[in-house]
């Protein structure tokens, strides 16, 4: 027997409900009762409105969800169930392994066997199918039928690809043993008519059902025709918005008992009803009630009533600010009106993209919450560890994915401490940059060369001049991470290349034993299931994720490492682990569907925005709506048509927004979580359309106008954190309210003063522009240890850059995976390092002394320094691929060989012997020089001239640009204007230390030639005479100092050591910021600053005039020197 009752949730259907079970309970309070509720949340608002708001006892009453009740039907016929039921993420996984291994329907889909995406799609259209009464052996039948009407439906190869595949999917399933939820409904309705507790029961109350499927409407056949069943159903006869619910009530439930009895419990809404009277005006009916209605409302519709909740409106910038919000409504509304937590419902179309905002806004807010929201597996630390674990094996130990993993948090070796773990991650980061690992165990093996001697981790060094800052790194440090790599390498290579999936499963979870910090009393069961022994929630999903796969065992019996690790991946994002519980106490966050049949003095309605709020309703791509609509009209199977899911929509937002009994807020972004213009949902023009015009209240992004616009956003409401910004932006002394929240407070009022420094446009150069003051560290530097010229050049060029680089050491991280090919300054200190290995050589056999000594090559000698030398860089550095490495490495040797040929060819020429390689060096300049300064360097070489007693000083210059620069080919021009400071610097530094420098040779020295930059340019063609630039010697005066040059070089030094002895360190924007490291810290794209440095009278107009210097012309005059102009003989070998 069935009797339906119709209406809306509230009051409606909820009055009934309690009348109904007051009248059951009158005569006899232990009357057994079962009422069956489509959701948990539902089943919570039934027993508050039963018990807490009428006071109704439950002594045997029964409130069940659907499955709640079908799991008690099975377990009293003594069904076996099973532990756990599969997750989506196997269905999913079942799809695929059925795609991949049916190879007589691959063909049809060829093009997303390797789409995983689409496998979870596929899986909801075969869901459909199995729920609408279709299982595997009806599908045979259906596809094998001979029925000549039916054949020519199936010849759309559409249809019968979906439905093949359905076949296969479902048959594997069936053959597997695995059954969902669903599954339970048929042989529950076999049942209902032998089971006592329905005997027993006089009585069950269906409430809130609105549609079912196939299976659940079976079940629901069989419980009418065995029991007396009541339906309460959200319904209205006649009303637009009910039309989803109307149509299932015609085709499905009329026709179901036609003697049942159907009662409204209020009256159909009509809605050209006569205008409101007075007695109207004071009934509950609210207004709201005539949404979607075809007949515009008159007048009479915006009749105030005690039934019509306020209505508020919001235009937020996007989801934080809209939580935020609304977090600080809901305490208002308990601090301020005497509202419950439980009383107020925070709602959305779909919590998807509220998963991370709001517990933190929340929290941060200290509101108590409950809801079903969840966040992946694959957030999780623990998730991630496992899939690094994967990755490190599968990417063959990839430095980075092998750091990341010994970094976690969830990591755990033999004998290490979490902390010591995190106190060597930086070490380790420099070493294996250092020793230039990228990926492969065997470039990870070069640590156990440094397993009993210390590293040297050098820093960076732009000159050749340069000390670099080193890094010592002990050889316990290293030989601890060789022991961990190695011990990581010994357990991941135990997985096999090919495998069951059971197999890779134990394996897996042997590692993760072994090195993820899991709960204590772990096992596996040879059926495969877990055993749970207190275990966290994080690792019981994984667990049971694991069994899912254990499952798919039957269906391939080998599958690839690859694919393992693909479908662990798979399965860790889409298993979720829930962010709050579901019956905790405070503010309900739920979505739309969960939110039927609730009622609330508050409702919340986020994310009102078109696509949103109503959602994007799409047709099935593998499964029509025509098709849909022939399977269901003609076959008799329901399988409801996608596109008609608007008519729930429309529903559901009706049953929503009548959900509030006082308070209604709606809220829609501006933008989208892309950044993309967002469009508020057409149904806000519905309700203003029934409700009357809603204010909209824009909401901005900054604080400081959202606390002068909003009453929210009163300095009462704010967190102290707010309250300290907002008080610091308005320039208010914030220092009580950061005395409580933060020890730290002055770093906020610090970045106050510094913002408002920062966009002045007017006045002179400050701090916060680079003008620190004098350092005592670069004091230091530049007047005791001493600088290399290049720091004079790099001042010139840029004062930022020197700061970044010299003063607070900063270096660019270079990722050694990230290599295509070694760096030109890389290139260059090993052609410099080739060089001086090869005059070295031939120094020390004595060529230079006797020319005509047998046996000596010098080509030879450059080959084997040049192939040790490349040798050693390669088992230390990265090198990129390899093919380029020796291309390269050829041409480099090739192109010396020409330089050398050159070279040794104007040495036996003019005169000049090679002495001195690599020889350190050291002088003041004196106050007349521009000082007081202290140099250092090395320079590359020292000739020596014995007839003339004369030296010069050799420094090679490795150019990989196009063609040269003013200041290549014109050092005199460059020393004057401070952009090559090494000329004039070594002349001074050689003039104080000439003793010292050649202190092994015999003879008096009597002066210096002076400084030749030897270019090693092999991009340089030729110039306008057609004359080779690829190896060019350009000479800079000897006499310099003494000379018409000394004035305008002691000038230069002179505005460089000021302006680092001062401490400005401000931007100087060019042509070199097209090669700077450091363009991420540098503000010169912001505009404020880049006035100051423009309009700024001090150290950045002395360097723009210092770059216009000109040579003074009586320097042009050069006394005699040695020109060597005898023919070059022959290189003697």
Same mark, same amino acid.
């Given at each position: 027997m069935l009797r339906i009752i119709t209406g809306v949730f509230q009051p409606d259907l909820e009055q009934a409900l309690v009348e109904n079970v007051r009248r059951h309970k009158a005569d006899d309070p232990l009357a057994p009762l079962i009422l069956l509720v489509p959701s948990d949340p539902l089943r919570r608002r039934l027993v508050q409105l039963l018990c807490h708001e009428h006071g109704q006892t439950l002594l045997n009453v029964r409130i069940l969800t659907f499955h709640q009740f079908v799991l008690d039907l099975l377990a009293e016929a003594g069904s076996l169930l099973p532990e756990q039921f599969p997750s989506e993420a196997f269905f999913a996984e079942l799809v695929g392994a059925v795609l991949a291994s049916a190879e007589d329907i691959l063909s049809a889909w060829q093009s997303i066997v390797q789409v995983p995406r689409a496998w979870d799609a596929l899986w909801h259209t075969i869901r459909d199918v199995k729920n609408a009464g279709l299982d595997a052996p009806h599908l045979e039948a259906l596809l094998e039928d001979s029925d000549p009407i039916l054949i020519l439906r199936l010849r759309e190869p559409s249809l019968l690809r979906?439905?093949?595949?359905? $076949?296969?999917?479902?048959?594997?399933?069936? !053959?597997?043993?695995?059954?969902?939820?669903?599954?339970?409904?048929?042989?529950?309705?076999?049942?209902?008519?032998? *089971?006592?507790?329905?005997?027993?029961?006089?009585?069950?109350?269906?409430?809130?059902?609105?549609? %079912?499927?196939?299976? $659940?409407?079976?079940?629901?056949?069989?419980?009418?025709? &065995?029991?007396?069943?009541?339906?309460?159903?959200?319904?209205? /006869?006649?009303? /637009?918005? +009910?039309?989803?619910?109307?149509? +299932?009530?015609?085709?499905?439930?009329?026709?179901?008992?036609?003697?049942?009895?159907?009662?409204?419990?209020?009256?159909?809404?009509?809605?050209?009803?006569?205008?409101?009277?007075?007695?109207?005006?004071?009934?509950? !009916? *609210?207004?709201? !009630?005539?949404?979607?209605?075809?007949?515009?409302?008159?007048?009479?519709?915006?009749?105030?009533?005690?039934?019509?909740?306020?209505? =508020? @409106?919001?235009?937020?910038?996007?989801?934080?600010?809209?939580?935020? %919000?609304?977090?600080?409504?809901?305490?208002?509304?308990?601090?301020? $009106?005497?509202?419950?937590?439980?009383?107020?419902?925070?709602?959305?179309?779909?919590?998807?993209?509220?998963?991370?905002?709001?517990?933190?806004?929340?929290?941060?807010? @200290?509101?108590? +919450?409950?809801?079903?929201?969840?966040?992946?597996?694959?957030?999780?630390?623990?998730?991630?560890?496992?899939?690094?674990?994967?990755?490190?094996?599968?990417? &063959?130990?990839? @430095?980075?994915?092998?750091? #990341?993993?010994?970094?976690?948090?969830?990591? =755990? %070796?033999?004998?290490?401490?979490?902390? #010591?773990?995190?106190?060597?991650?930086?070490?380790?980061?420099?070493?294996? @940059?250092?020793?230039?690992?990228?990926?492969?165990?065997?470039?990870?093996?070069?640590?156990? =060369? +440094?397993?009993?001697?210390?590293? $040297?981790?050098?820093?960076?060094?732009?000159?050749? #001049?340069d000390e670099a800052v080193v890094l010592p790194v002990s050889a316990e440090i290293l030989a601890r991470l060789w022991h961990a790599v190695q011990d990581l390498h010994d357990h991941l290579q135990r997985f096999p290349e090919q495998a069951s999936w059971e197999t890779y499963v134990h394996s897996l979870m042997a590692v993760c034993e072994r090195y993820l910090a899991l709960s204590d009393g772990r096992g596996l069961e040879a059926s495969g299931n877990y055993v749970d022994r207190d275990r966290s929630p994080i690792v019981e999903t994984f667990y049971e994720g694991l069994a899912d796969l254990i499952r798919l065992t039957p269906l391939r019996t080998a599958i690839t490492f690859a694919d393992f690790a693909a479908g662990v991946r798979r399965v860790l994002r889409q298993l979720t682990i829930p962010v709050s519980s579901t019956t905790g106490v405070g503010v309900q966050v739920l979505d739309a569907m969960e939110a039927r049949g609730l009622s609330f003095r508050a409702v919340y309605v986020i994310g009102v925005n078109d696509g949103r709020f109503p959602r994007v309703i799409q047709e099935d791509a593998f499964l029509r709506d025509r098709h849909r609509r022939w399977i269901e009209l003609d076959l008799g199977y329901k399988l409801p048509e996608k596109l008609k899911a608007i008519h729930e929509e429309q529903l559901l937002w009706y049953l929503l927004v009548n959900s509030a009994r006082e308070l209604l807020v709606l809220s829609s972004h501006r933008v989208d979580e892309r950044n993309r213009p967002a469009v508020p949902s057409p149904y806000l023009a519905e309700l203003e359309r029934c409700a009357g015009p809603i204010p909209v209240e824009n909401v901005p992004r900054p604080l400081s106008q959202k606390a002068t616009r909003l009453s929210l956003y009163r300095e009462i409401r704010l967190l102290p954190q707010e309250l300290a910004v907002l008080w610091s932006v308005l320039q208010r002394d914030p220092h009580d309210v950061l005395d409580r929240i933060h020890p730290n407070w002055i770093v906020l009022v610090r970045a106050e003063r510094a913002l408002r420094e920062h966009e002045r446009t007017s006045g002179a150069l400050g701090v916060f522009d680079g003008c620190v003051g004098a350092l005592e560290t670069v004091h230091r530097r530049l007047f005791e240890n001493g600088c290399s010229p290049t720091e004079l050049d790099e001042y010139a060029r840029c004062p930022f850059r020197y700061f970044a680089s010299r003063v607070l050491q900063i270096d660019a991280l270079v990722d050694p995976g990230a290599v295509e090919e070694v760096s030109p300054s890389e290139w260059g200190t090993l052609i410099h390092e080739i060089l001086r290995e090869t005059y070295a050589t031939l120094d020390a056999r004595g060529y230079f002394m006797h020319p005509g000594t047998a046996g000596i090559d010098p080509l030879e000698v450059l080959e084997t320094a040049a192939r040790d030398i490349f040798a050693r860089f390669a088992a230390g550095f990265p090198i990129g691929y390899g093919l380029l490495w020796e291309s390269r490495c050829d041409r480099i040797v090739s192109f010396l060989k020409q330089v050398v040929e050159d070279d040794l060819t104007e040495l036996f020429r003019s005169g000049w012997r090679p002495v001195s390689f690599e020889q350190s060096i050291r002088g003041v300049l004196t106050e007349d020089m521009g000082g007081p300064l202290t140099i250092q360097g090395r320079l590359d070489r020292i000739d020596l001239h014995e007839g003339y007693k004369t030296i010069r000083v050799i420094d090679y210059k490795c150019k990989w640009s196009g063609a040269p620069d003013a200041h290549d080919r014109n050092l005199v021009l460059g020393a004057v204007r401070a952009q090559r400071f090494q000329p004039p610097l070594y002349l001074a530094a050689v003039a104080q230390s000439q003793a010292g420098v050649l202190d092994a040779h015999d003879g008096t020295i009597q002066r210096c030639e002076g400084v030749w930059f030897y270019y090693l340019a092999p991009r340089w063609a030729t110039d306008e005479s057609h004359e080779s630039l690829r190896f060019v010697r350009v000479k800079f005066p000897g006499h310099a100092w003494q000379s018409a040059l000394r004035e305008p070089l002691r000038w230069a030094v002179a505005v460089v050591v000021d302006g680092i002895r001062s401490g400005r360190f401000f931007i100087r924007p060019g042509a070199q910021c097209d090669s700077c490291v450091y363009f991420t810290m540098c503000r010169k794209t912001h505009h404020p600053t880049r006035w100051r440095v423009r309009r700024d009278p001090g150290g950045s107009a002395e360097l723009s005039r210092l770059s216009q210097t000109t040579v003074p012309v009586a320097a042009d005059t050069v006394p005699g020197g040695i020109e060597g102009s005898e023919k070059s003989p022959s290189i003697p070998t």
């Open positions: 979906i439905l093949q595949l359905a $076949q296969r999917v479902l048959a594997a399933k069936s !053959r597997l043993g695995v059954v969902d939820y669903d599954d339970l409904f048929a042989p529950a309705a076999e049942f209902v008519s032998s *089971s006592r507790m329905l005997q027993a029961c006089e009585r069950i109350i269906c409430y809130g059902f609105y549609d %079912l499927h196939q299976l $659940q409407l079976e079940f629901f056949r069989a419980l009418v025709r &065995n029991a007396t069943v009541t339906l309460y159903a959200p319904w209205l /006869p006649g009303h /637009p918005a +009910f039309v989803f619910a109307q149509q +299932f009530f015609d085709r499905h439930i009329r026709g179901l008992c036609p003697s049942a009895r159907i009662d409204c419990a209020e009256a159909p809404v009509i809605s050209n009803a006569p205008p409101c009277t007075d007695a109207d005006r004071s009934s509950p !009916r *609210s207004p709201l !009630r005539h949404l979607f209605e075809n007949v515009a409302p008159g007048p009479e519709a915006h009749c105030p009533s005690q039934g019509t909740p306020a209505i =508020r @409106r919001f235009d937020v910038p996007d989801a934080w600010d809209e939580i935020d %919000l609304i977090a600080k409504a809901i305490l208002q509304l308990v601090d301020e $009106q005497g509202y419950a937590f439980e009383e107020i419902g925070v709602v959305a179309r779909s919590l998807e993209g509220y998963e991370r905002v709001i517990p933190r806004v929340f929290a941060n807010h @200290r509101i108590p +919450f409950s809801s079903s929201m969840a966040r992946p597996l694959d957030d999780y630390p623990l998730g991630q560890a496992i899939r690094l674990l994967l990755d490190v094996r599968e990417t &063959n130990f990839r @430095r980075e994915a092998v750091l #990341e993993l010994l970094g976690s948090p969830c990591i =755990r %070796l033999p004998g290490w401490d979490t902390d #010591e773990l995190r106190a060597m991650h930086d070490y380790w980061d420099a070493s294996t @940059r250092r020793l230039g690992i990228a990926k492969g165990f065997d470039q990870w093996q070069r640590l156990a =060369r +440094f397993a009993q001697r210390d590293l $040297q981790v050098p820093g960076r060094a732009t000159g050749s #001049e």
